[in-house]
């Protein structure tokens, strides 16, 4: 997205140095916040993309709007040097000088700057830290990522707005020229993505090539924009300028160099083939999921958890008279029952969408008895773009901008009807909405946690929360009427059990693309189409795909863990306002978020 994917989230972005102070250590609440703050404005001023992302992009930042990140090698090692005095910065911090949530912010932070800065000094490929190996991949680089940004993310109000939207098509030539620097850097090192991930980007990246400037996706999209703002000036020419002159010539190279690529790029599906390359693994397992499990661990739990999930499935088919042929093999069929299926036209699909709104509504009613506090910033339900369908998930959450302008996201993948049933639908919205991403985002960006809390993400709290929460909505009757829709949430977790499986099949064991695919394929009976997205989703973001599951499991394991210490004093409420009001953490941190729960209860 025209930026360091890693940036904000690891706390990597700086700039400038910051020698390590030889006085005595600070301390206190207020110079911890100052800290906090020193360390999110030098993020901000070297990531305008990142200032746009959390709708910080106007007064004293509305210059950042014109601009985009630093993608270039030069740009990475300084982000590198930057994460090393972060963290230098913080250790010369006295903790013990802090309580309460004040100390709970300094052992997030902690960690995210720590692991980060222990990877980044360890591989000298890719982005700044683990977890993303490749700069051009179907899932990676500003030709896939930068024109969803600039549509959705880059808002467009005033001539300004728009003035900043043309300056940035210029910024996203000059960013794909930095990528090709980087690239050849990482092909001299052995770095190239798989050969069916380059065949992706290649699609993606012709069609993007493919219309007249006047028609880009990059014109329109302004041009559409600056009409309904009705503003002056023809933007509709500025952009196809900027495209035709910068962009495409830009565009043009990448395209070129992917196809050198090809040239030299294997099958093998595994980040294990890198240098160094098991090693990457397990520091891309702590970046997504926070988890020092080793692969073989991994392997094992998603093995045990397709297993119960496979006979809770069973039970509840046959209640419905379904019995013949593996579990895989009647989730396949359902996937292909009529009844269950919205037609593959458009109408049909804005259908389905009005659809999953109601949903939303009718879980929406139920929030109160589950949660005390509830978020102020909506969410809508858009469907993925066309130009980005074929690559993209099945469904993600963007949340809302911090100035509450926009609201949360999210998104759902329309390219075939085929691919979201009826029956796996209503775990999707909860799992993306509420009371899942939003709920969990929006909640925290509207607490008083410092702002480097609300830009520091991690994957397996985050996912872990989504998925936790599409049990949520079992317990709550969501399902009560509806056998096919439970037997989608239980499919959707066995899914991310699934994951757990292939993940570190393909990264950890060595397993091919196709051995990945056909374990996916037989025991979710999903269509291969949709499969092929996933599997191949997983080999360029190794780790990514375990964070769900065990971020779930940690959930369940600390809400047993209190419900056993409190019993009759248990309340849910106030247990899914711990874990949401807090912030996202680490997988290891939720234990002493709950142990602070659980002590207030009893006092």
């Known amino acids: 997205?025209?930026?360091?994917?890693?940036?904000?989230?690891?706390?990597?972005?700086?700039?400038?140095?910051?020698?390590?102070?030889?006085?005595?250590?600070p301390g206190g609440a207020k110079a911890l916040d100052a800290l906090f703050d020193q360390f999110m404005k030098e993020s901000l001023d070297l990531s305008p993309v990142g200032v746009t992302a959390l709708g910080l992009d106007n007064g004293a930042r509305a210059y950042q709007k014109s601009l985009v990140d630093d993608a270039s090698l030069a740009g990475i090692a300084k982000l590198k040097a930057l994460q090393s005095s972060q963290l230098a910065r913080?250790?010369?911090?006295?903790?013990?000088?802090?309580?309460?949530?004040?100390?709970?912010?300094?052992?997030?932070?902690?960690?995210?700057?720590?692991?980060?800065?222990?990877?980044?000094?360890?591989?000298?490929?890719?982005?700044?830290?683990?977890?993303?190996p490749y700069i051009l991949s179907q899932l990676s680089g500003n030709a896939v990522n930068g024109p969803s940004f600039l549509d959705t993310q880059h808002t467009i109000?005033?001539?300004?707005?728009?003035?900043?939207?043309?300056?940035?098509?210029?910024?996203?030539?000059?960013?794909?020229d930095q990528e090709i620097e980087v690239t050849r850097h990482d092909i001299a090192l052995g770095v190239i993505a798989p050969d069916f991930a380059l065949a992706k980007l290649m699609l993606a990246m012709t069609k993007l090539r493919s219309p007249s400037p006047e028609a880009s996706p990059l014109t329109e999209s302004v041009v559409r924009r600056a009409k309904a703002a009705k503003l002056g000036g023809d933007y509709g020419a500025m952009a196809a300028r900027a495209v035709k002159d910068q962009v495409y010539p830009a565009l043009d190279r990448q395209i070129a160099l992917v196809k050198e690529m090809q040239k030299k790029?294997?099958?093998?599906?595994?980040?294990?083939?890198?240098?160094?390359?098991?090693?990457?693994?397990?520091?891309?397992?702590?970046?997504?999921?926070?988890?020092?499990?080793?692969?073989?661990e991994i392997h094992q739990t998603g093995l045990d958890i397709v297993k119960d999930h496979t006979a809770k499935i069973d039970a509840i088919m046959k209640t419905q008279g379904m019995t013949k042929g593996t579990v895989g093999e009647r989730l396949a069929a359902m996937y292909k029952d009529p009844k269950q299926l919205y037609a593959?036209?458009?109408?049909?699909?804005?259908q389905l969408i009005a659809d999953l709104n109601a949903k939303v509504k009718e879980v929406r009613a139920k929030l109160p008895k589950l949660f005390i506090t509830l978020p102020k910033a909506d969410v809508v339900i858009k469907r993925v773009p066309k130009n980005i369908e074929a690559s993209a998930p099945g469904g993600y959450y963007n949340g809302p901008s911090l100035d509450?302008?926009?609201?949360?996201?999210?998104?759902?993948?329309?390219?075939?009807?085929?691919?979201?049933?009826?029956?796996?639908?209503?775990?999707?919205?909860?799992?993306?909405?509420?009371?899942?991403?939003h709920m969990q985002i929006a909640i925290s960006q509207e607490t008083k946690l410092p702002l480097i809390r609300k830009a520091i993400g991690f994957s397996a709290y985050i996912e872990g929360w989504a998925l936790y929460a599409?049990?949520?909505?079992?317990?709550?009757?969501?399902?009560?009427?509806?056998?096919?829709?439970?037997?989608?949430?239980?499919?959707?977790?066995?899914?991310?059990?699934?994951?757990?499986?292939?993940?570190?099949?393909?990264?950890?064991?060595?397993w091919s693309r196709e051995k990945a695919l056909n374990y996916y394929t037989s025991t979710l009976g999903n269509p291969e189409t949709e499969a092929v997205t996933e599997i191949e989703r997983y080999c360029v973001w190794p780790g990514q795909a375990c964070s769900y599951?065990?971020?779930?499991?940690?959930?369940?394991?600390?809400?047993?863990?209190?419900?056993?210490?409190?019993?009759?004093?248990?309340?849910?409420?106030?247990?899914?306002?711990?874990?949401?009001?807090?912030?996202?953490?680490?997988?290891?941190?939720?234990?002493?978020?709950?142990?602070?729960?659980?002590?207030d209860a009893n006092s």
């Open 1 to 25: 997205m025209l930026n360091r994917r890693h940036a904000l989230k690891t706390g990597a972005a700086a700039v400038a140095m910051s020698a390590v102070p030889a006085f005595a250590a």
């Open 90 to 132: 913080l250790k010369a911090f006295d903790r013990n000088s802090v309580s309460g949530q004040d100390q709970a912010n300094y052992d997030v932070v902690m960690y995210s700057f720590a692991t980060g800065d222990e990877a980044a000094k360890r591989f000298n490929y890719g982005p700044v830290s683990a977890g993303q």
């Open 157 to 176: 109000e005033t001539k300004a707005d728009a003035d900043a939207y043309v300056a940035r098509l210029g910024g996203l030539a000059k960013s794909l």
């Open 265 to 296: 790029a294997t099958h093998d599906a595994g980040v294990w083939k890198l240098p160094n390359g098991e090693q990457y693994y397990r520091d891309s397992l702590t970046y997504w999921a926070t988890t020092s499990m080793s692969p073989q």
């Open 344 to 350: 593959n036209t458009d109408a049909a699909k804005e």
């Open 404 to 437: 509450g302008k926009r609201p949360g996201i999210y998104w759902i993948n329309l390219r075939d009807a085929a691919e979201v049933p009826r029956w796996v639908l209503p775990t999707l919205t909860f799992h993306e909405a509420i009371p899942g991403h």
């Open 470 to 510: 599409e049990e949520v909505a079992v317990e709550i009757g969501m399902y009560d009427n509806d056998p096919f829709g439970h037997i989608g949430q239980l499919h959707d977790s066995m899914f991310r059990g699934v994951r757990l499986v292939v993940d570190s099949g393909m990264h950890g064991l060595k």
């Open 549 to 599: 599951m065990l971020g779930k499991l940690e959930f369940l394991k600390q809400r047993a863990r209190a419900q056993k210490a409190l019993g009759a004093k248990f309340d849910i409420r106030k247990y899914h306002d711990t874990m949401l009001v807090g912030g996202a953490v680490p997988l290891a941190l939720m234990g002493p978020m709950n142990d602070r729960y659980i002590a």
